[in-house]
């Protein structure tokens, strides 16, 4: 009997031929992008077994990428830039890019949680 050896990480995972781990990984490596971004209620999102790639969807006829930008980037350089970033993990179906929210400005300070005047 031969005990071969087992891995935690997972193998590629492909959707529709797309393998929506190297997609994440070009996208987020893109100058521009802070992050991906699954939506508020997780609704961009890739499902596989065991664990969920947030911010990528893969359907039969296009690819979606919802993002988070890093501030002072114009957003359809950015779309322009991942678009064809993605061209050969796609197998030909069109990239929508989604810019769902952009980081803050550097050196800005975040608003208090109250929402509130003193007159």
Do not use: H
Not at 74 to 86: C, Q
Request: overall charge negative.
């Amino acid at each position: 009997m031969s005990n071969s050896p087992v891995s935690d990480m997972p193998g590629p995972a492909f959707i529709d031929g797309v393998d929506v781990d190297a997609v994440a990984a070009a996208v987020q490596a893109c100058a521009g992008v802070a992050g991906l971004d699954g939506g508020r209620f997780g609704e961009v999102v890739s499902y596989l077994p065991g664990r969920t790639v947030p911010g990528v969807v893969v359907s039969d006829s296009r690819v979606k990428v919802q993002i988070r930008s890093r501030w002072g980037i114009p957003a359809p350089e950015l779309a322009a830039l991942i678009t064809s970033v993605l061209a050969p993990f796609t197998r030909g179906k069109p990239v929508d890019v989604v810019v769902a929210d952009i980081d803050d400005p550097p050196g800005s300070f975040p608003l208090p949680s109250w929402s509130g005047c003193d007159s």
